[in-house]
């Protein structure tokens, strides 16, 4: 009878997590992200970084801060207003938000598990003067809406640092709500 009891409960959970998941989006989060374009790629840490690229405690996944690099795995350097325009800035927090969603879909094994995107923070490497650092971070929040519609829209700080590790042209974090 124990062993009966066990199976009915694991059904349950299976039907109430599969049906959880469901419910989330009325369209495939992955399908709309290859539907787009965009090519997730297995994230690597930069030598002798020990830190970990996402932490989950509890429903919440804490995304550590991350950057913008291209298809070929280059780092977007420099500064936004004097090395690189606000379009390339806007770009480069594009690709920091791809960066994200490979590191979430790693973590997660499927993205359609993300119920939102909660909090992100967007530091933008600027001189002082530089005040557009919201037109900059609107690159990683516009594709969060995009491929996470309406669960992709979050609180956010959008902020100006003197510099960011190895002169990345900004570094966002983010925490995110994820199924159990």
């Not at 499927?110 to 037109?135: H, W, Y």
């Not at 956010?156 to 709500?177: F, K, N, Q, T, Y």
Request: proline content about 3%; some cysteine; overall charge negative.
């Amino acid at each position: 009878m124990p062993f009966l009891f066990l199976l009915l409960v694991s059904c349950a959970n299976e039907t109430k997590n599969s049906t959880a998941t469901q419910a989330l989006y009325d369209y495939d989060v992955e399908e709309r992200i290859i539907s787009m374009g965009i090519e997730l790629k297995q994230p690597t840490l930069p030598k002798g970084i020990k830190i970990e690229f996402a932490v989950k405690s509890g429903n919440q996944i804490y995304l550590s801060g991350n950057g913008p690099r291209d298809s070929k795995g280059n780092r977007i350097v420099g500064k936004v207003g004097t090395d690189l325009t606000i379009e390339q800035g806007y770009e480069a927090a594009r690709l920091t938000a791809i960066n994200h969603i490979a590191i979430l879909k790693n973590e997660l094994g499927d993205l359609n598990k993300v119920v939102r995107i909660v909090k992100v923070l967007g530091m933008v490497n600027a001189e002082s003067t530089f005040t557009q650092q919201p037109a900059v971070i609107n690159g990683y929040t516009d594709l969060m809406i995009e491929v996470f519609g309406d669960r992709g829209r979050h609180a956010r700080s959008a902020v100006g640092m003197a510099s960011l590790p190895w002169d990345m042209a900004c570094e966002v974090e983010a925490i995110v709500e994820v199924l159990d």
